[in-house]
């Protein structure tokens, strides 16, 4: 296997597009690898920043550039659908300091759609993100379908709430499950410990698997529940965490992982899955 390059976290400064009838590379269970090649408008250097997007639609998140492709992983029900090679133009969050590297993250899954600023075009990195949210950001991030026919059995999932389809298309995938069989506390604050178990269970979902690895560089391991441990081990090393370095000379990674997660932090783990976890066959 190889793995495509590496997203840079930093601004996308042109846009350009072309279409053609992309290729089925392969398949899993729920999703498909389309290809089509770069087109020969596209400079070398510009490769990394080129994605795909359905042309008559939602950009994908998950395509990258690889030796002369891009490649997109898709889901099944939108097989067929003709893909663009394109450059994202640059969104920039009006509340955005260039002195924080969080915006640089934020910005990047913008372009694709999965992270949306607030009415005012603000990206607020550091607000906590709701369960509710959390489904949204990994459903965008999948590109999974919405369905008005698709249903939950929440009882505090309601059809007339903004959140009831994309709660909905998670729960149907098993990706999102509730506090109880009933109850999915859409307006309680994720932790970083389920944020993290709901991207694994995403990317399975997708066929999509990070190299896994245990957690061994972090002081708090031992503060991770046991239903999210194996997650934080499938991740490898792309879970949320702080830094103290308190001791200048030895510094150490913190997980925190019952600690609400932020727009930033939910951000930070989509993006280093994009980069760290799409894996092709050289030979597709």
Same mark, same amino acid.
């Given at each position: 296997m190889k793995k495509?390059?590496?997203?840079a976290l930093c601004l996308i400064m042109a846009f350009s597009l072309i279409s053609v009838q992309a290729q089925t590379a392969s398949s899993t269970t729920n999703f498909e690898i389309v290809k089509i090649p770069l087109p020969d408008s596209f400079e070398q250097?510009?490769?990394w920043?080129?994605?795909? #997007?359905?042309k008559d639609g939602d950009a994908i998140t998950l395509s990258e550039y690889y030796d002369g492709y891009v490649f997109g992983t898709i889901p099944k029900e939108y097989?067929?659908?003709?893909?663009?090679?394109?450059i994202p133009q640059d969104i920039e969050f009006t509340d955005k300091d260039d002195s924080r590297f969080e915006f640089h993250t934020m910005e990047r899954l913008s372009q694709t759609g999965v992270i949306k600023g607030n009415e005012k075009g603000e990206a607020k990195p550091f607000d906590n993100v709701t369960r509710a949210e959390a489904a949204a950001?990994?459903?965008r991030f999948l590109n999974l379908p919405l369905s008005?026919?698709?249903?939950?059995?929440?009882e505090d999932v309601n059809k007339e709430d903004w959140f009831y389809n994309e709660v909905s298309a998670l729960f149907k995938t098993g990706i999102v499950k509730g506090d109880?069989?009933?109850?999915?506390?859409?307006? #309680?604050n994720v932790s970083r410990e389920e944020i993290t178990v709901m991207v694994v269970r995403a990317l399975e979902y997708a066929g999509l698997n990070c190299a896994e690895r245990t957690v061994f560089n972090a002081i708090d391991t031992e503060d991770i529940s046991d239903w999210a441990k194996t997650a934080y081990d499938k991740i490898g090393g792309n879970y949320i965490s702080d830094y103290d370095d308190t001791d200048y000379e030895n510094p150490v990674r913190v997980l925190n992982p019952k600690k609400d997660a932020s727009r930033?932090?939910?951000a930070y783990i989509l993006t280093n899955c994009a980069n760290g976890c799409q894996l092709y066959p050289s030979n597709l």
């Amino acid at each position: 296997m190889k793995k495509i390059l590496s997203l840079a976290l930093c601004l996308i400064m042109a846009f350009s597009l072309i279409s053609v009838q992309a290729q089925t590379a392969s398949s899993t269970t729920n999703f498909e690898i389309v290809k089509i090649p770069l087109p020969d408008s596209f400079e070398q250097r510009d490769n990394w920043r080129v994605k795909l #997007r359905f042309k008559d639609g939602d950009a994908i998140t998950l395509s990258e550039y690889y030796d002369g492709y891009v490649f997109g992983t898709i889901p099944k029900e939108y097989s067929g659908r003709e893909v663009e090679a394109f450059i994202p133009q640059d969104i920039e969050f009006t509340d955005k300091d260039d002195s924080r590297f969080e915006f640089h993250t934020m910005e990047r899954l913008s372009q694709t759609g999965v992270i949306k600023g607030n009415e005012k075009g603000e990206a607020k990195p550091f607000d906590n993100v709701t369960r509710a949210e959390a489904a949204a950001m990994i459903r965008r991030f999948l590109n999974l379908p919405l369905s008005e026919d698709t249903q939950n059995t929440f009882e505090d999932v309601n059809k007339e709430d903004w959140f009831y389809n994309e709660v909905s298309a998670l729960f149907k995938t098993g990706i999102v499950k509730g506090d109880s069989e009933t109850l999915f506390s859409p307006q #309680r604050n994720v932790s970083r410990e389920e944020i993290t178990v709901m991207v694994v269970r995403a990317l399975e979902y997708a066929g999509l698997n990070c190299a896994e690895r245990t957690v061994f560089n972090a002081i708090d391991t031992e503060d991770i529940s046991d239903w999210a441990k194996t997650a934080y081990d499938k991740i490898g090393g792309n879970y949320i965490s702080d830094y103290d370095d308190t001791d200048y000379e030895n510094p150490v990674r913190v997980l925190n992982p019952k600690k609400d997660a932020s727009r930033y932090d939910v951000a930070y783990i989509l993006t280093n899955c994009a980069n760290g976890c799409q894996l092709y066959p050289s030979n597709l």
